[in-house]
Each structure stands twice: as structure tokens, then as C-alpha cells.
């Protein structure tokens, strides 16, 4: 790494720096208790208790690997995989507990500011693992222990290169908005996904919500989750795509679909997922056993190979032929901005598309 | 004669009704009951019209009242425009393979509509959808024939599943009108079509309007198509409006304000089509008159197949097809070739979706259980009304029908509203789903049972109290066994209807009580449709399966009515 140039981590810890710091309520932050090792104990007291269950809001079939590599490594314990885009899950675990239902051993949303809300509401148990006691930046870690950032990702803009050659690409959402690609743009939906509200944000702070408006013009077909642009891209259904996971075109690339990324010249939403556990989790020990595996190396590395995922873990590598996040301008996260204006966000949302 | 209030022995009649009237009144009134208090409530308590305001002043609101409107009378005439004269082919022609017609109509009746939807996204969506593709590689033009976005592919997908309610309504009416008033206008020098044309037809008409109610009420409040078209076309239906209002933050009492205007159309259409029809249309229909005639058509009937069969592929056909090429194909918009063949998807769901296990266990648990206490719950309740066996019947009568007036997804919404808080708490649990499924169904298993009875003449029941048994015993060792054959069709409709329902399922499902319409309509969001195809064609083999056997019942199976006829 060159000296004068800033690393990946140092350009997310200034990044996100504010982020987390600004989760924590404003008293004094109570030391974070003591990482959590996985004991033979811990994995026994999982084992009888024979099953975890994980509200995710990572494209399925990334989270059903994850879970069948945890299921190899820890024989006898069942994983059950609920996932649906982050907004959804909010929804869900809000409604399950207000009912007092309290179904989910380890909670992850695609939407940081979603954890502020559940950590106001004071629903985790605090528990630091072991790996993110050591190889995390302390700026991605909660400061009381109750959750870290599990997954880093951006939104992007993307094209199907039989449809669309490389040059007449958009090179940035102003592109977007050429009369040549009326009825060509999907997108995923702000009301559904975690990933379109935080990108959705981060796109309306930075360029204003003039630019929704003039994109809702262009006949814009509307998805649900930031994991489907990426998909109809790949299908033909539509040649463009204005937002939507970076994984899920890293992913395609890779398997020979004839998809391809732009990082837009404005800059590119960064997303940030954490993890916690929740104190009434109905298996507190496979919880915590699943919590660990999922910020372990091992869990962190095949999120990146398998799942084209980047990780804040200090020993996972890249893989060769991604562009790093160092060279990528990147727009700043915020997930106390969008806590506060989520609802605001929804409904300018839905007054420009209608849906 | 049915009413022999004092005999010695002890017969609990009092207290069956009382129990079935307050098991009724749990289903039906609990969950309106809280529809009707939320709608009128403000957001922190308290008596208010503010949601009603809102509803229709709006914009947001009043759109998905117009578009729902306009859907459910496009599809209803749609419906009735197809549905009628097929009817009449499959019933009073000599049109070839009329059974096979009848058979498919049920196939499509099977096809859940939401799966419906996106079989239809991988036919007709402008781009990738293979009907699309195949019009642009046959034309060498670059636009799309079909776009399955639109409002206007809307209503076609929903009156391909929406059709079969028509049909079968039009068809078994045509099935019973007997054949004496035609033979009478024949006798009198009418020719065959003159006679369909004069006395037929107008016989038939009072099902053909019975059938474009049931049409415009099934369209007007189907969420699954809607919840997976509508999106991508930029439109809201009310369904997926009042589906859209559980989002964070949730706002029940606009869902439970938003519900009641499609229960108000549903009871007011309802009510004006038994104040116009009345009796009238089916007096004459029920009688046993001779073998129906049928119609030659002569050198017609092969393109009347012809033309039956094309329709089909709208509905059966051309949408299997495409479930069959996106499961095992690698990617769902590129025809099946030989080296593109791949099992890849059929392991996805199988062995790694964690999910399909539960929601497989769930959904056939769920639809056996509605199955046999909605089929014993209508049983009851028809007999007990059909030979006035209780005080009061016609209150259970009135109860066991009333469900017919309330949307799935109204029912849903209340449902959700009466169990999530104290003091019985359902939500999170397969009991709720219980109920709302078997209070959706119980109108239908009531009607069709209760047609069942009328057909039977009580004198076999007298004998057997004669001979000193109780009428429950009756009920059980006489009536039962001679309803068997309606019976097992009450029981595949309710069940085949469960494993469909998407509507209240989507607002009452958790994460542990996921089925597998939920599941389906989950990965949706994804656009995960190569797993959606595996799970769709999994859906239909479990449904055949289970009717399949139920059907082989010794004693009960080779039956005519119902299922089995249509």
C-alpha cells in the first residue's frame, strides 16, 4: 500500500466514522463487555438447543451458502434462513414483537439506521465476538457490544452489455436521465429494500430529489428488492439499471452473465449492514455460536468470494479483479439521518413513482 | 316432522347449536368486529372519520380505487365473454373431448393466480418474456407484442384465473336445466338453435349473471396477482394499497378503512343479485328431467376445440410451459436447449433453501386441517338447516354465508387485528391461518353441501330415527355416508383453495407459520423466478396428488359432482 494513499479501511473509517458513534446515546458508553470465544461449551449448549434462526436481508441464495457452511461446521444445529429486503424485515420483527413473538437468534438488516431504532427499543443482548474484538475497526463495532457492521456493499449503476456498448453507457445518474433510456431503467424500491433506502438518501442529499423526479419520468420499472435489478439485467428484461447491488453484478460478471458495473462520477451510495442478537432470541447459545461464525474469517471470506461481498474483517482479501473500494468515490453514510427521515423518504418516494 | 322437540332420550340439538353458533361467531363476527372499531379509530385512540376522509380525498388512495374498479369490470366482462360460450360447447354440444375441457378448466382453477402473474412475467414481459422474444426473432422488428406491465395485462392475467368461476357456474347450470322444455320447443317446430337460442340461453342466463358477480367480487379483491404486477407497472390495486399499509410504519386502522369499501360493494352486489334474481332463475332448474340434448355443430366441431384449446393455452398451457423452461433452464428467459439444461434450480430449492420444508409442512397441515373442519363444519350446518333440525338455523345459515361478503384480505387485516393483542393471542401461531382459511371457505363448502342435501330425500334419515337412533348418530351413519361423493368435492375445493390462498396468508404469516403461497410471493421480491418456477410445479403435484387420493376413498371416490364433473 502506498504510503501517500489512504487504504481501504482508513477511507471507510472516515466514511463511516460518525455512523455508529452516533447509534450510541449520547451518556457515556459503557465499556463493551468481554469478546465472546467459541467454547466447546458454547457449541454443546448450541447443539442441544438444535437450531438458529436468521432474519437476513442478504440476496438468498448467498445467505442459504452461508448457512449450509455453517450447518457443515457445526452438525446439529439446524439453520433457518428468513430472508426478505431490510425494510420488510423491520417490519416483520416489529410486528412479531409487539406480539411478543420473539422468533429470530441473530438479526441483520440492510439498513444501518434500523439499528438504532431496535437498539433505542432495546431488543440485543450485548455480545462482542471474538473476531470482532480483534480484527474490526472499533468505528464498526457498537460501542456498548449490542451489534458491528457485518457486510459493506455499494449501490450501483449497471448495464447489460448486449443491450447497451460500453461507451453509450450511462457514466452517472445525470446519464440517467438522457431521453435514450425512457423505459429501458429498473430499480429496486425504498419501501422494501434497506439497500435502496439508505442509496436513496444518500442520492437525494447529495443531488436532491430534482433527480427522482426527473428519473420517475423516464418509465422506470419498479422492483421490489436491490438484489432484483441486478437479475433483470441479466435476464434482457431491461438494459440499465439506476440502483441495486453491486454483489449481485459482481456475482453474474462472474459467472459469464453479460452484465457490468459503473460507478457513477457523482459518487456511489455505501451501504453498511450489521448484525446483532437479540435478547429474547429462542436459542440464545446457537445465537451467539452464529453470530461468531458469521464475523469469522471464514464466514467473511466466502461472503466475498462466493457472494461478492467486500468485509470490514482485517484478514479477509479481496478478490483479484474487483476494483477496491480505495478507488471508487464513494458517497457518505448517514444512518442517523435516515432514521430520522425514513418516512419522509417513503413518501417523497412514492409521490414521484406513483408506487 | 323434523321438529320433534320432546322425546325422552336426551338430544343435544340445544346445545349443538350453541356451539356452532358461538364457533361462528368466533370466524366471522370477532374478526369484522375489529375491522369496523379500527376503521373508525384514530392512530392514538378514540372515535374518528379522519381514515374515511383520507380514503377518498387522497390521491394516493382515490387511484387504487379507480384502478380496482376498472379491473374487476374489464375482467368480469372478460370472463363472461370466454367463459359462456365455452360452457355451452362442454355442455350442450358434440364438440370433441368435452371432458378434457372440463379437466383443463380445473387445472386452472388449481393455478394459484399469483403464480399465474409470473408464469405470465416469463411469457410477456417486453423484453425477456419468450412470447416477446419470439415475436422480435420471427419479425426481425425490436418492440414487444405483449407487455405484461400494464394495467391492461393485469386484467388478462386476472381473468385467465378468474374465467373457471364463470365456467363452471354456466356449465353445471346448463348440466341441470332438463330437457323437457326443450323437447317442447322442438315439438313445436323449433330448430336446434332456435331453441338454444330462445329457451336454453335465457335458462342459462341467471348463472351467467350469477357468474359475472363472482367474476367482478374475485377480481376486485385478488391480491396475488395485483401484488406481483402491479409494482413493476407503477400501479397500486386497494389490495396491494392495504397490503402497502403494513409497511413501517404499520397503519392498521387505514388498512381496516381502506378494507371496508371492498366488503361494502361486496355485500351491496351481493344483496341486489338475490333482490333481482330471487328465486326466479333456478325454479326452474333442479327438476330431474331427461338426458340434456345437445347441439350438432356439425363441421364446427373440430374449430370449436380448436378454439376451446386456444383459450386453455392462456390460462394452462403457455404459462406451465414457461414454470417448466425457467426451472430447469440456466437462465429463465433463454429457451431450454440441451446443453442448457440444468438441475441446479431443483437442488436450490430442495437442499439448500432452508425455508422450503417448513412452508411444504405448513401449507399441507394447514389445507388438510381446513379441509376436513370446514367440510364438517358446512356438513353440520347444512344439515341442521336443511331439515330446520334447530331453532334458529337460519341464523347459522346466515353466518355460515356471510364470509362470502368479506374479502380475503379484509378478513385478513381483522383477523390480524383481533389476535395480535390480548387476551387470546393467535398471531405467530398455524391456528390463525387455521381460521381465516376455514372461515373464507366455509360459504362455498356450505353452498355446496347444502345443494347436496336438498337433493336427498329425508326418508332415509326418518327411517333411521324411527329405529331409535339419535339424529347426530343419523347424521353420522345415514346422511354422511349418502353425501360421500359431495362431501370428498367440498373437501378437494377447500383444499385446493388453501394451498392457493395468498391474500390473507401474506398479513398473517410469521417467519415459523410461513407458507408455501408466502414463500412463493417472497421470492418474488428477489427475483428469484427460477426457484419460484421449482416451487410452483412442487405446488401443483402436491394439489393433484391430494386430490388424487382423496378421490380413490373406498366407498366415496368414482364420484360425479363438484370437482370431479368440472
Not at chain 2, 370472463?79 to 362442454?90: I, R
Not at chain 2, 317446430?189 to 367482478?216: E, M, S
Not at chain 2, 347424521?475 to 353425501?483: G, I, K, N, Q, S
Request: hydrophobic share 50%.
Amino acid at each position: 500500500m502506498q504510503p501517500d494513499k489512504p487504504g481501504r479501511r482508513q477511507i471507510l473509517k472516515g466514511l463511516t466514522a460518525g455512523a455508529i458513534v452516533l447509534a450510541a446515546p449520547l451518556r457515556t458508553a459503557r465499556a463493551a463487555p468481554a469478546a465472546g470465544k467459541v467454547t466447546p461449551d458454547l457449541i454443546e449448549a448450541a447443539k442441544k438447543e438444535g437450531k438458529a434462526v436468521w432474519y437476513t436481508a442478504v440476496d438468498l441464495p448467498v445467505a442459504e451458502r452461508i448457512a449450509k457452511s455453517f450447518e457443515a461446521k457445526y452438525p446439529g444445529i439446524d439453520m433457518r434462513v428468513e430472508r426478505s429486503g431490510g425494510e420488510r424485515i423491520f417490519q416483520r420483527v416489529g410486528q412479531e414483537y409487539a406480539s411478543n413473538i420473539h422468533a429470530v437468534d441473530v438479526l441483520h438488516s440492510s439498513d444501518a439506521a434500523h439499528f438504532i431504532v431496535w437498539k433505542r427499543d432495546g431488543i440485543f443482548a450485548p455480545y462482542v465476538p471474538e473476531d470482532v474484538a480483534l480484527h474490526y475497526p472499533m468505528e464498526q463495532r457498537d460501542p456498548d457490544g449490542l451489534f458491528a457492521s457485518w457486510r459493506v456493499w455499494l449501490s450501483v449503476i449497471g448495464y447489460n452489455t448486449k443491450l447497451v456498448k460500453a461507451a453509450d453507457a450511462p457514466k452517472s445518474f445525470a446519464d440517467l436521465l438522457d431521453p435514450k433510456w425512457m423505459g429501458k431503467i429498473v430499480k429496486g424500491h425504498p419501501g422494501y429494500s434497506g439497500t435502496i433506502m439508505t442509496a436513496t438518501f444518500q442520492i437525494s442529499r447529495d443531488l436532491g430529489w430534482e433527480y427522482f423526479e426527473k428519473l420517475s419520468r423516464q418509465k422506470v420499472m419498479q422492483v421490489q428488492s436491490s438484489a432484483d435489478p441486478p437479475k433483470k439485467l441479466a435476464l434482457g428484461e431491461r438494459a440499465v439499471m439506476a440502483d441495486g447491488n453491486e454483489y449481485n453484478l459482481f456475482q453474474l460478471k462472474e459467472k459469464g452473465e453479460p452484465v457490468e458495473i459503473v460507478y457513477p462520477t457523482e459518487g456511489t451510495p455505501l451501504i453498511i449492514g450489521p448484525s446483532g442478537v437479540p435478547k429474547d432470541a429462542p436459542h440464545p447459545n446457537a445465537a451467539r455460536l452464529l453470530q461468531s461464525y458469521l464475523f469469522s474469517a471464514e464466514a467473511q471470506q466466502l461472503m466475498v468470494d462466493f457472494g461478492g461481498l467486500r468485509s470490514f474483517h482485517a484478514q479477509v482479501k479481496d478478490k483479484p479483479g474487483r476494483k477496491p473500494l480505495r478507488e471508487i468515490k464513494l458517497m457518505k453514510d448517514d444512518p442517523a439521518a435516515v432514521e430520522k427521515n425514513a418516512d419522509e423518504i417513503k413518501a417523497h418516494y412514492s409521490k414521484y413513482f406513483k408506487v | 316432522m323434523a321438529l320433534r322437540a320432546s322425546t325422552s332420550r336426551f338430544d343435544p340439538s340445544g346445545a349443538v347449536f350453541a356451539l356452532f353458533a358461538a364457533a361462528l361467531f368466533v370466524l366471522v363476527v370477532v374478526p369484522i368486529g375489529w375491522l369496523a372499531v379500527f376503521a373508525f379509530s384514530a392512530r392514538a385512540g378514540g372515535p374518528t372519520l379522519a381514515n374515511f376522509r383520507l380514503l377518498f380525498t387522497d390521491r394516493t388512495f382515490i387511484d387504487p380505487l379507480v384502478t380496482t374498479f376498472v379491473l374487476a369490470v374489464s375482467s368480469s366482462l372478460i370472463c363472461c365473454l370466454v367463459a359462456a360460450p365455452m360452457g355451452w360447447l362442454v355442455s350442450r354440444s358434440d364438440m370433441p373431448l368435452r371432458r378434457a375441457v372440463r379437466f383443463l378448466v380445473m387445472a386452472s382453477f388449481v393455478t394459484p393466480p399469483f403464480l399465474g402473474a409470473i408464469a405470465w412475467e416469463l411469457l410477456a414481459a417486453p423484453n425477456s418474456g419468450l412470447l416477446n422474444q419470439l415475436h422480435r426473432a420471427s419479425t426481425g422488428r425490436d418492440d414487444a407484442l405483449f407487455d405484461v406491465y400494464t394495467l391492461t395485462g393485469l386484467i388478462f392475467v386476472v381473468s385467465c384465473y378468474t374465467f373457471p368461476y364463470v365456467f363452471v357456474l354456466v356449465a353445471n347450470a346448463l348440466d341441470r336445466i332438463p330437457s323437457d322444455l326443450e323437447d317442447a320447443s322442438a315439438m313445436l317446430g323449433g330448430g336446434a338453435w332456435r331453441t338454444a337460442r330462445r329457451v336454453t340461453i335465457p335458462l342459462a342466463l341467471p348463472a351467467l349473471a350469477a357468474g359475472a358477480l363472482v367474476a367482478f367480487l374475485q377480481a376486485m379483491t385478488l391480491f396475488g396477482a395485483p401484488g406481483i404486477l402491479a409494482l413493476p407497472a407503477g400501479f397500486h390495486t386497494m389490495t396491494t394499497k392495504i397490503w402497502s399499509l403494513f409497511q413501517y410504519p404499520p397503519k392498521p386502522e387505514l388498512a381496516a378503512a381502506a378494507s371496508l369499501p371492498l366488503l361494502v360493494v361486496t355485500v351491496v352486489l351481493l344483496r341486489a343479485q338475490s333482490a333481482v334474481l330471487g328465486r326466479r332463475g333456478y325454479a326452474v332448474v333442479g327438476g330431474r328431467g331427461g338426458q340434456p340434448r345437445s347441439v350438432g355443430l356439425g363441421p364446427l366441431r373440430w374449430p370449436a376445440l380448436g378454439l376451446c384449446l386456444a383459450i386453455l393455452s392462456l390460462p394452462v398451457f403457455l404459462p406451465y410451459a414457461a414454470l417448466l423452461n425457467a426451472a430447469f433452464s440456466r437462465i429463465p428467459s433463454e429457451l431450454l436447449t440441451f446443453g442448457g439444461f440444468t438441475l441446479d434450480h431443483v437442488r436450490f430449492v430442495f437442499l439448500e433453501l432452508s425455508a422450503t420444508r417448513l412452508a411444504l409442512k405448513n401449507t399441507l397441515v394447514l389445507a388438510l386441517l381446513a379441509a376436513t373442519l370446514g367440510s364438517l363444519l358446512a356438513l353440520v350446518i347444512s344439515w341442521l338447516s336443511a331439515r330446520a333440525a334447530v331453532r334458529g338455523h337460519r341464523l347459522l345459515t346466515f353466518l355460515a354465508t356471510a364470509p362470502l361478503a368479506i374479502p380475503a384480505i379484509a378478513m385478513g387485516v381483522g383477523l390480524f387485528l383481533a389476535y395480535t393483542r390480548g387476551p387470546v393471542v393467535l398471531y405467530g401461531t398455524l391456528w390463525i391461518l387455521l381460521l381465516a382459511y376455514v372461515t373464507i371457505q366455509l360459504p362455498a363448502a356450505y353452498q355446496q353441501l347444502h345443494a347436496a342435501f336438498q337433493a336427498l330425500s329425508p326418508e332415509m334419515e326418518e327411517a333411521s330415527r324411527i329405529l331409535g337412533a339419535s339424529r347426530l348418530r343419523t347424521l353420522r351413519d345415514v346422511t354422511a355416508p349418502l353425501l360421500g361423493p359431495s362431501l370428498i368435492a367440498t373437501w378437494c375445493f377447500v383444499f385446493v383453495a388453501v394451498v392457493r390462498e395468498l391474500s390473507a396468508a401474506a398479513i398473517l404469516f410469521t417467519s415459523e407459520t410461513k407458507v408455501l403461497s408466502v414463500l412463493i410471493f417472497d421470492l418474488n421480491e428477489s427475483g428469484d423466478l427460477a426457484a419460484i418456477a421449482v416451487l410452483g410445479l412442487t405446488m401443483l403435484v402436491l394439489t393433484s396428488t391430494v386430490i388424487g387420493i382423496a378421490n380413490l376413498v373406498p366407498g366415496l371416490g368414482g364420484a360425479e359432482p363438484g370437482l370431479r364433473r368440472m
